[in-house]
């Protein structure tokens, strides 16, 4: 289902993606490309009133790096749980976590992720360009 995002918004989306923690560049560069478990994950994404740090609609996975500032935070509550409402699961790492121990994060991520999925290294070669297996060549004598 899309919803309508106000050009503010995007452009506030895009202005997060641009100016990205330590943290939110650890964990994306181990995310895109579908490196975790075949996942599908977009960055900076605007979903409702919020903006998310990490989104796998297929799914229906929120992965968020969190600061110090989030610790206790009531807003971030109100937040999972209109997320949750809306049908995704939110899954919260602190950023010393991801900087220091990303093969940790990424485990918890594929074992909390809401469908099966494959082994946490999970990055899986890219299909060959030209095809795959011997072609054979008619013989001269047949």
């Keep these: 289902m899309r919803q309508s995002v106000s ?3 995007r452009a506030f989306a ?3 993606r641009a100016k990205a923690t330590d943290a939110e560049i650890k964990l994306w560069r181990l ?3 579908r490196r975790l478990a075949s996942m599908k994950f977009r960055r900076q994404v605007p979903i409702g009133p919020w903006i998310v740090d990490f989104v796998s609609f297929e799914q229906r996975l929120i992965v968020e790096a969190d ?3 989030h610790a206790e935070s ?3 509550k109100r937040r999972d749980y ?3 409402e809306r049908g995704f699961r939110v899954l919260r790492f602190w950023n010393n976590d991801i900087l220091m121990r990303p093969q940790s994060v990424m485990e918890m991520i594929a074992v909390r992720s809401p469908s099966p999925v494959c082994a ?3 990055a899986h070669p890219p299909s060959p360009t030209r095809g795959e297996g011997n072609k054979t060549q ?3 004598d047949e």
Aim: charged share 40%; proline share 8%.
């Design 120 to 122: 946490p290294s999970g």
């Design 82 to 84: 209109d997320l949750s």
């Design 31 to 33: 995310l895109r490309s």
């Design 7 to 9: 050009k503010q918004k």
């Design 138 to 140: 008619p013989r001269a």
């Design 67 to 69: 600061g110090s500032q």
């Design 14 to 16: 895009k202005t997060l």
């Design 74 to 76: 009531e807003d971030d």
